[in-house]
């Protein structure tokens, strides 16, 4: 499996399976656009702490998260501000960049040891072009994004933490216990300490 700096390779049926898989269940796709997913995507690994896309770069791929959590961040006078965490069965990208094609101001890290299927954004429309079943699919990918976009904007304009945090539970609640607190805090706007004691507080109101 390659990393971002390696030549990369095409995958193979069985390395692109959970992908057309997950498109098909988001809408059924024929087997020339599976065929054709398979031989336009490319296998990455990426160790934790490493970059999967920089700020100032223009994205030129998209990636489905086959293991691992990955995180958007942009930086602010020299602080780190985490926009986004996505998991397995994922599909990420720094979007605007991609779809206008312009340098981007977002960061993607890996946060754990990672395992991605790339397409490339070329590949991808020309897969827009000659597929209609894919564009169904990938509309409810993009719906996805959309209400996750959604979802985010909500989170971060609560101004209390006790609250914020509880939607954050509702909403996100498999990556509370998983992904670092650092990153889950400024997720939400919010200084470590502050979540610690929310953390707590809730604690103790469940024993």
Same mark, same amino acid.
């Given at each position: 499996?390659?990393?971002?700096? &390696? ?10 399976? $959970?992908l ?16 054709? @997913? ?6 990455v690994?990426?160790? &934790? ?12 791929? @998209?990636?489905? @998260?086959?293991?691992g959590?990955?995180?958007?961040f @942009? ?27 312009? $340098? ?18 070329v ?15 990938a ?6 994004y ?14 209390n ?9 509702e ?8 992904? $670092?607190?650092?990153?889950?805090a ?14 707590? &507080?809730?604690?103790?109101t469940?024993?």
């Amino acid at each position: 499996m390659a990393s971002l700096s &390696k030549k990369p390779r095409h995958s193979t049926p069985e390395e692109a399976a $959970p992908l057309v898989y997950l498109f098909n269940v988001l809408h059924p796709i024929s087997k020339a656009t599976g065929d054709y @997913i398979t031989q336009n995507t490319y296998p990455v690994s990426l160790s &934790k702490g490493e970059s999967l896309h920089r700020a100032g770069t223009i994205c030129n791929a @998209i990636y489905f @998260i086959k293991k691992g959590a990955v995180r958007g961040f @942009i930086n602010d006078e020299g602080k780190d501000i985490t926009t986004w965490i996505s998991v397995e069965n994922e599909v990420v990208a720094s979007i605007y960049s991609f779809v206008k094609q312009v $340098p981007s101001i977002e960061n993607m890290q890996a946060i754990e040891d990672c395992e991605f299927l790339r397409m490339d954004q070329v590949d991808l429309e020309r897969l827009y072009a000659i597929s209609p079943d894919f564009n169904i699919a990938a509309r409810r990918v993009y719906e996805k994004y959309y209400v996750d976009s959604e979802v985010r904007a909500l989170t971060v304009r609560l101004s209390n933490a006790d609250k914020k945090y509880e939607f954050f539970l509702e909403t996100y609640g498999h990556l509370s216990n998983r992904i $670092p607190l650092t990153y889950i805090a400024s997720f939400l706007g919010m200084n470590l300490e502050t979540l610690s004691r929310v953390r707590a &507080k809730l604690r103790n109101t469940k024993k």
